[in-house]
């Protein structure tokens, strides 16, 4: 058995393609092994900046010789038909055909056998192909060459056995071929030297030597470890990143982790300000002193402490370098902080100039921040979310406030502050800081940092009954707005973010147990936006209100399948129509699934079926519907008799539990139509000769399906 060795080597990849590229080309590559018939024992990519690289074990040194065949016509065919087949197959008499029995008749075969070749001669155009064939998100063409790639390639490295393949990247045009070849070269600057390998062992050797770590899980490693280590030893909070981490080991091949100081006149900036600042721009992890109070800025205005939402005063990053640093890091460090200060001194300048001006001072800048041609302004859209929050802080709290009203009107101030035009990702943070540094309650400073929230299945979801009236009337704004002037999804585009919207809305109402009737106030929004707010929404209200529903709804199902919660249950609750109560419908969906486990709930499942399954078949066949109470006279058996009595009594029970939206025990009053519902079919013949009787049962049948269908459709239910 043999091995292939494989690099691509080019100039600086980008950081985020590297790993995408790594699963294409062993996908690409193992794919081609496989069409060729080469089996193999493993296969692992590997990508640093500089290379991309496939190494493959086990593969044969030939491959298998293969045995084809090709029928034929039939034994005793006009000769036209014998001579056709015989072209086709290669062949010049039936002499090297074989007669086969194939059913009642007998077929001619053509048995050819393909000798296996050296698997080096198949390798170089199959290589070839899975390198052409890499899908690069964005790529780059060299003059007139037909070849594309993400970065100019410089060599290609294809070794099996121990020998270089033979053969050459082609490219096209005016740039010459790319021969395969055994040798690579290490870091740019520690070892630019090229030199040969014999294998990947050899190859994987050479290059630490050369100061390439090869494998990104280790570069990773190495960073967090070092990380970790320097923080501890500086006693400091490292700010944990996993995204820029994955970044950063995309941009060093041989990572030095070295440690260097914020400008103490700039440590007073929020430390988000700084974190992003030192994340977005520099690619430096963030490191805090634990426990220390944060000022609003390095002047004479400061912010309560504790503002920072536990962050501690941000003093240190980390820097990862490419190279070794020969003097302790000093002057690599010395070159960080000073580009760093920089960055930073615009910030400050941003910030500074922020604090002279008061949110609602603000107000009158967003007339000119067009949030949609048909919807507005964004201040607009703040006045319209006041109204709204108010009335769901009122409607969820059952409670009377006017900070959400508050709230809602200088909620989106803050954007059009300098520093969140220098860091669009701080909206709504800075505006805390803001209010905060204006003496406003709490309550409003946090309803303004979390009302986008929760924008992700890993978002904390806000919890102060101010926050979430603003998150809701937030996202509850953009899903009536869009929906009323048909702007909604379609397939995979989505470029309003309703989706999230409406998975936020859930998460809000559920994780906050609120009782609120989402029609009403789908209702209430759409006629304060279009009758008072002057919004001009062409869609009339039962259809927004039918259409959104149904959105949220298939929102719903989607992040209840994801908790693991039956799909056919979710649709049998909403198969009941109006479920405009998120928390009531999940009671249901609940209660319903805890029935379902018990032996009563599964037997009456089934008794519900074979109800269905007669009185579906019946009612087919007389062309009617069998509807309404059984005639008392024609109940002629004792079981009918108290079947009719228990079916009474259950849906009184149901009836009353589920309006006083207890779920559990709408379903104990179901369970106790079992042993009646069971003592029916096991002694009453539904289809008897006499017609009043059988008109009287199969009213029964339906009985049953009516009572049991107020809790969930049971039909939709599966297993």
Known sequence: MAELLLELFSEEIPARMQARAAEDLKRLATERLAAAGLAFHHAAAFVTPRRLTLAVTGLPRHTADLMEEKKGPRVGAPEQAIQGFLRGAGLSSLEQCEKRTVGKAEFWFAVTKKKGVETAAVLPDLLTGAIEALPWSKSMRFADATFRWVRPLQSVLALFDGRVLQGALKRGGSLAPLPFEDGTRGHRFLSPAPFKVADFNDYRRKLKAAHVILDREERKAIIDRELRRLAAEHRLTLKEDRGLLEEVAGLVEWPVVLVGRVDPGHIGLPPEVLSTAMRQHQKYFTLSQPGADVDASAHSRTLPAGSAAGMGKVTHFAVVANVPAHDAGQAIVAGNERVLRARLSDAQFFWDQDLKVKLADRLPALKDVVFHARLGSVYQKSERIAVLADRIYQAAFKNDSDLARQAGRICKADLVSGVVGEFPELQGVIGRYYALNERLPADIANAIAEHYSPQGPNDRCPIAPVSVAIAIADKLYNLVGFFGIDEKPTGSKDPFALRRAALGLIRLI???????????????????????????????????????????ADRLKVALKEKGVRHDLISAVFALGGQDDIVDLLARVDALASFLKTEDGANLLIAYRRAANILSIEEKRDNRQYRGNPELPNLAAPEEQELWASLRESRSHVEISLGNGDYRAAMTALATLRRPVDAFFDKVTVNTDDPKLRENRLKLLSRIQATMDQVAVFAKIEG
Not at 528 to 533: A, D, E, L, M, N
């Open 510 to 552: 559920r994780e906050n147990n609120l009782r609120i009737n989402l029609g009403e106030e789908i209702g209430w929004a759409r006629h304060f936006f279009f009758s008072v707010g002057g919004l001009e929404l062409p869609k009339k209200l039962p259809e927004l209100k039918s259409e959104l529903l149904d959105f949220i």
